[in-house]
């Protein structure tokens, strides 16, 4: 994974939206010409950005609700991984990516956006309801589960009844920080309603903004 934005390669491959796990599939190993045409589209335009000083930023606080199998080494790798998610959510930067993004159709809206702008995605994710959990605003509640399966495809993987988040030790032990964060987001922003409705739906909220993220943690020091 050389360079960010060049896609979040975790989330190119995904399971058929009918299995209803939103489990990622097999991540590419290196950044194809086609994967970096994709985060072009993704990236804001200079032009007529959004500066989006009437919107409220909100704080999003990370909370590790229950945590199973993992060692203290994956243990590590997990935390760091909140860190950066509360670090980056909470930054200008995260708002104004979001608040700016555009679709492969050069709109300035996400894919499978239940009628939401960009700013009303900006909002509901820093709200931070989850469906499961919606008296917790301002918290981004984690259930994450380590699991091998060695000869599965899938990165990672909720259900819309459980806060559970699967994560594979497969893809877990070779990712960054950054990357882990980015999946994990992925996953949290299918807990707040948001879905996409295949693995091509990059510019679908869950896709996209787990793609911000990975490239805002990755600049962090």
């Given at each position: 994974m050389r360079k960010l934005f060049a896609i979040s390669s975790l989330f190119i491959f995904s399971t058929a939206f009918a299995r209803i796990d939103y489990g990622y599939h097999k991540k590419?190993?290196?950044?194809?010409?086609?994967?970096?045409?994709?985060?072009?589209a993704l990236a804001p335009s200079a032009a007529a950005m959004v500066d989006g000083r009437s919107i409220?930023?909100?704080?999003?606080?990370?909370?590790?609700?229950?945590?199973?199998?993992?060692?203290?080494?994956?243990?590590?790798?997990?935390?760091?991984a909140f860190a950066l998610i509360e670090k980056v959510v909470n930054s200008e930067e995260f708002k104004l990516r979001v608040l700016n993004f555009k679709n492969r159709k050069g709109e300035r809206a996400f894919a499978s956006n239940q009628g939401l702008t960009n700013e009303e995605i900006y909002q509901k994710?820093?709200?931070?309801?989850?469906?499961?959990q919606p008296t917790t605003p301002g918290e981004m509640n984690y259930f994450v589960s380590m699991y091998y399966s060695r000869w599965s495809r899938v990165i990672g993987y909720t259900n819309p009844?459980?806060?559970?988040?699967?994560?594979?030790?497969?893809?877990?032990?070779?990712f960054t920080p950054a990357q882990v964060a980015a999946n994990l987001v992925h996953e949290w922003t299918h807990k707040i309603g948001f879905d996409?409705?295949?693995?091509?739906e990059y510019d679908s909220a869950p896709y996209a903004i787990g793609y911000i993220v990975?490239?805002?943690?990755?600049?962090?020091?």
């Open positions: 590419p190993q290196s950044v194809s010409p086609a994967l970096a045409a994709k985060s072009q409220d930023n909100g704080v999003l606080v990370v909370k590790p609700m229950q945590v199973s199998g993992f060692d203290a080494t994956s243990r590590k790798k997990l935390d760091q994710f820093m709200e931070g309801r989850e469906t499961l009844n459980t806060s559970v988040i699967y994560v594979n030790w497969k893809y877990f032990g070779g996409h409705t295949s693995a091509a990975e490239e805002l943690a990755t600049l962090q020091k």
